[in-house]
């Protein structure tokens, strides 16, 4: 691959990171891990002989498997944080599942408590289609 | 709000598509018991089971989605701190659980945190075969170790606990695959909570059968035995939980001010 070509794409993962920043699609504490991996990439793109250099010192004969090494590495670590991020985001959601059907009884009792108004409020459910179909 | 006798146990009942047996169930229990509140907590039905459990007389709570039995009934026991309510006991929807029984459980109370209407106990005909009643025997001696009690149905849904096991529960109660019933139970122990068995008597399910294949029953048998290697591994949480009021937040930390 020619250094033209890992810059390019170097360069093109930090501009993706910062736009995404930038339009708040990439939170904050997500976008620096891979602002710094873009520009470690720019890095040793720019000079090459780094990597020979470090598969040198820690006694990696061929210097790619070094690079593909600490890829995977890499990529574990991200995605052992990615679910431990969406575990504690389905916890979230279930408690928030949790207090809104409290607070939907709470709100049904308050709002006429009598048996008449169930039958009013399935009618009122987004899964009712047919009765969407009717009101249209 | 708050305007319960603190001394009532709420019957909670999980129910996921269970629109054919919950309006009976619920009846059998008012007959039986018509001085105790029945919760609902609807599992994110898509058939008309909070409807007919509220004509049939219950409070109902729906989730927006499914959440599984753990989930449900942590909803249910938090419903029951805010409301004031002394203790739950779980009934399930499908009727297996006979009304009779209820307040046989809800007396184990007097002697421990927890107590468990268990089918193996000498009492019914209730029967399982191969590696799933391995898994069953399995779990019963091993949490039976833990509780230093002899406990014969630790799988079992049918247990009600007092105050104090709530307020362990709406700490730690799992929402995952057998968290409600073995994995919940260990962690109980572990925080100092106490159990007792009763033995009950149970009727065959209404509706659906359970799963008898041996296939499906050595995949239980291996679920289980990893789920309670967690239950054991999980650190225990402090006991002394402070009752929430009405406005506290999901963490159930009071509101800051």
Request: charged fraction near 20%; aromatic fraction near 6%.
């Given at each position: 691959?020619?250094?033209?070509?890992?810059?390019?794409?170097?360069?093109?993962?930090?501009?993706?990171?910062?736009?995404?920043?930038?339009?708040?699609?990439?939170?904050?504490?997500?976008?620096?891990?891979?602002?710094?991996?873009?520009?470690?990439?720019?890095?040793?793109?720019?000079?090459?002989?780094?990597?020979?250099?470090?598969?040198?010192?820690?006694?990696?004969?061929?210097?790619?498997?070094?690079?593909?090494?600490?890829?995977?590495?890499?990529?574990?670590?991200?995605?052992?944080?990615?679910?431990?991020?969406?575990?504690?985001?389905?916890?979230?959601?279930?408690?928030?599942?949790?207090?809104?059907?409290?607070?939907?009884?709470?709100?049904?009792?308050?709002?006429?408590?009598?048996?008449?108004?169930?039958?009013?409020?399935?009618?009122?459910?987004?899964?009712?289609?047919?009765?969407?179909?009717?009101?249209? | 709000?708050?305007?319960?006798?603190?001394?009532?146990?709420?019957?909670?009942?999980?129910?996921?598509?269970?629109?054919?047996?919950?309006?009976?169930?619920?009846?059998?229990?008012?007959?039986?018991?018509?001085?105790?509140?029945?919760?609902?907590?609807?599992?994110?039905?898509?058939?008309?089971?909070?409807?007919?459990?509220?004509?049939?007389?219950?409070?109902?709570?729906?989730?927006?989605?499914?959440?599984?039995?753990?989930?449900?009934?942590?909803?249910?026991?938090?419903?029951?701190?805010?409301?004031?309510?002394?203790?739950?006991?779980?009934?399930?929807?499908?009727?297996q659980?006979?009304?009779?029984?209820?307040?046989?459980?809800?007396?184990?109370?007097?002697?421990?945190?927890?107590?468990?209407?268990?089918r193996?106990?000498?009492?019914?005909d209730y029967q399982a075969k191969g590696p799933r009643r391995w898994a069953m025997s399995?779990?019963?001696?091993?949490?039976?170790?833990?509780?230093?009690?002899?406990?014969?149905?630790?799988t079992?849904?049918?247990?009600?606990?007092?105050?104090?096991?709530?307020?362990?529960?709406?700490?730690?109660?799992?929402?995952?695959?057998?968290?409600?019933?073995?994995?919940?139970?260990?962690?109980?122990?572990?925080?100092?909570?106490?159990?007792?068995?009763?033995?009950?008597?149970m009727?065959p399910r209404?509706a659906g059968t359970p799963s008898q294949s041996p296939w499906k029953a050595s995949i239980y048998l291996?679920r289980s035995?990893?789920?309670?290697?967690?239950?054991?591994?999980?650190?225990?949480?402090?006991?002394?939980?402070?009752?929430?009021?009405?406005?506290?937040?999901?963490?159930?930390?009071?509101?800051?001010?």
């Open positions: 691959m020619s250094v033209a070509l890992s810059l390019f794409s170097s360069i093109l993962i930090v501009v993706a990171v910062l736009v995404m920043l930038r339009n708040g699609k990439l939170r904050e504490k997500y976008a620096i891990l891979w602002l710094v991996i873009g520009s470690l990439s720019i890095v040793l793109a720019l000079f090459p002989s780094m990597l020979e250099f470090a598969a040198d010192a820690v006694g990696v004969i061929i210097p790619a498997n070094l690079l593909f090494a600490l890829a995977i590495l890499l990529l574990l670590g991200v995605s052992l944080h990615v679910s431990r991020e969406l575990t504690i985001l389905e916890d979230e959601t279930r408690i928030l599942a949790e207090e809104v059907s409290i607070l939907r009884s709470a709100v049904e009792r308050l709002s006429g408590s009598n048996a008449t108004n169930v039958p009013r409020d399935r009618t009122d459910h987004p899964m009712n289609f047919d009765q969407q179909r009717k009101d249209q | 709000m708050g305007n319960r006798p603190p001394s009532g146990i709420l019957i909670v009942m999980p129910a996921w598509n269970e629109a054919e047996a919950i309006g009976d169930t619920i009846r059998d229990i008012r007959r039986v018991e018509p001085g105790m509140d029945i919760l609902v907590v609807d599992d994110g039905s898509r058939d008309d089971t909070a409807r007919i459990a509220a004509e049939a007389g219950a409070v109902v709570l729906r989730l927006p989605f499914n959440l599984g039995v753990g989930g449900a009934m942590r909803t249910g026991f938090k419903y029951a701190i805010r409301h004031g309510y002394s203790g739950v006991i779980q009934v399930d929807s499908d009727g659980h006979m009304p009779e029984e209820i307040a046989k459980v809800v007396r184990g109370l007097e002697t421990a945190d927890i107590s468990i209407g268990a193996f106990a000498g009492k019914g399995l779990l019963a001696m091993v949490i039976s170790r833990v509780a230093g009690t002899r406990l014969t149905d630790v079992s849904g049918f247990r009600a606990v007092n105050q104090r096991g709530l307020h362990q529960y709406i700490d730690h109660f799992p929402a995952e695959y057998l968290g409600d019933t073995v994995d919940s139970l260990v962690v109980a122990l572990k925080s100092g909570c106490t159990v007792t068995q009763v033995p009950v008597e009727r209404q291996a035995g990893l789920v309670l290697c967690f239950a054991l591994a999980r650190r225990s949480t402090p006991r002394d939980q402070h009752a929430p009021s009405t406005g506290d937040i999901a963490g159930e930390g009071p509101v800051p001010v």
